[in-house]
């Protein structure tokens, strides 16, 4: 029986492992290459979430944002059902800033363009539509898990953007794709997740 109940747990997990997308994580250069556009200044930050680096977008001015509307290979289908390796229906993802108002996070996607935003704090620009992650901005990293089909309905997912929204720099880090709404645990500085411990006291 507990040979059972460890096994069932173990093939849940391994499931939603084998549904994701790492969009952001340890490839923060291949992001900033393809996220050329816009008139943010983004470095590879060594303040990471998880892993040892996340995106970092100056905003000194302008749009304060860097961004790509059609990243090559991009075809991330957002369906309510996903099955097939392209299909996913969740995002996950973690931020924070260091003060200013604004923070978000921008799906270019096939209807609609860039009408799929995510914001916390003030939506400095008025870009809409988006909704609203938290009232406030992170000032710590924060994770946000979303439910793209419910939010936004059915939707070819193309492109992306990072945007510091005012004139305080924005860090960005752990974007991925999900078919459901666990996602696999990360071990983030600080917060060591525990499947295996859960998965152990679960069966005891
Ligand atoms: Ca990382």
Not at 5 to 24: D, G, N, P, R
Not at 90 to 119: E, N, V
Not at 125 to 141: R, Y
């Amino acid at each position: 029986m507990l040979r059972l109940a460890i096994a069932a747990a173990l093939c849940v997990s391994l499931t939603a492992v084998a549904a994701e997308q790492v969009i952001l994580d340890e490839n923060v250069d291949e992001v900033i290459a393809w996220a050329s556009s816009g008139e943010g200044t983004p470095e590879n930050s060594a303040d990471a979430f998880k892993g040892s680096e996340s995106l970092y977008i100056g905003a000194t001015g302008g749009d304060a944002q860097n961004y790509n509307g059609a990243v090559a290979d991009w075809a991330w289908a957002i369906v309510e059902s996903p099955s097939a390796a392209t299909e996913f229906r969740y995002i996950t993802f973690a931020w924070k800033k260091d003060g200013g108002t604004s923070i978000m996070l921008q799906l270019s996607g096939d209807p609609d363009g860039w009408s799929h935003r995510y914001h916390s704090g003030v939506n400095v620009k008025g870009w809409n539509p988006s909704l609203e992650a938290q009232p406030n901005i992170p000032v710590d990293w924060e994770v946000e898990t979303k439910d793209l089909f419910a939010d936004w309905g059915a939707f070819t997912l193309v492109g992306m953007a990072f945007s510091a929204g005012d004139g305080v720099g924005a860090y960005y880090d752990d974007i991925r794709l999900g078919q459901t709404e666990v996602f696999a645990d990360v071990e983030a500085k600080g917060k060591l997740t525990t499947t295996w411990a859960s998965l152990r006291a679960d069966a005891r």
